[in-house]
């Protein structure tokens, strides 16, 4: 067997880090933060507790990594400068793909709106979810002052609220929310 090549040990290391990832999801989004320890994430990884460690300086690092990443995706969606105005259309195609990533994580989503609720948890990444959202919220904001609506903030936060809300009731029945027809109407009050 000949050594492996530099690329090849850093796709090894890439993976096992996803591993890692995919495991604290799970466990922290079943579990709780508090409840989930390293031992149950190596466990649910198969892997040594010790190779956590590697990756991440303690389980905070490892949460936090975890929902940069769902919180990243989550704002891919969202390509535009924030100096630009978005498009009725770019809106609409914005709450589709909320929709969308919503339906495909789970895991992801039930372990943030748990985490959004703990105070603990608030006060240790309350101001690293809101520098992530920033752009978002200053984008939207933009969007609906240039439609001339009063108090254009306002209207974010509220669509903001509805999709939170959307989001917790369709983790609870996922197979009898109706989505769609939730997302047609959240699309004719908030376009």
Known sequence: MSPR???Q????KKDKKQLILNAGLEVFADKGFHSGS???IAKQAGISKGLIYTYFKDKNDLLKEIIAGGVQEMLSIFENPENELITEEQFLFYINESFEILKNNLYFWRLYFSLVMQ????????NYFMEMLAP???????????????N?????ALLGSVMDGVGIDYLMQP??????????????KFK
């Open 38 to 40: 390293v031992n149950l």
């Open 5 to 7: 090549t530099q690329e």
């Open 152 to 156: 254009p903030y306002a209207h974010v």
């Open 119 to 126: 105070k603990g948890i608030l006060e240790l990444f309350g």
């Open 175 to 188: 197979d009898e929310y109706p989505l769609e027809d939730v997302k047609k109407i959240i699309i004719e």
């Open 9 to 12: 040990l850093n796709e090894i």
């Open 136 to 150: 978002f919220i200053n984008t939207m904001t933009k969007y609906y002052s240039n439609k001339n609506i009063e």
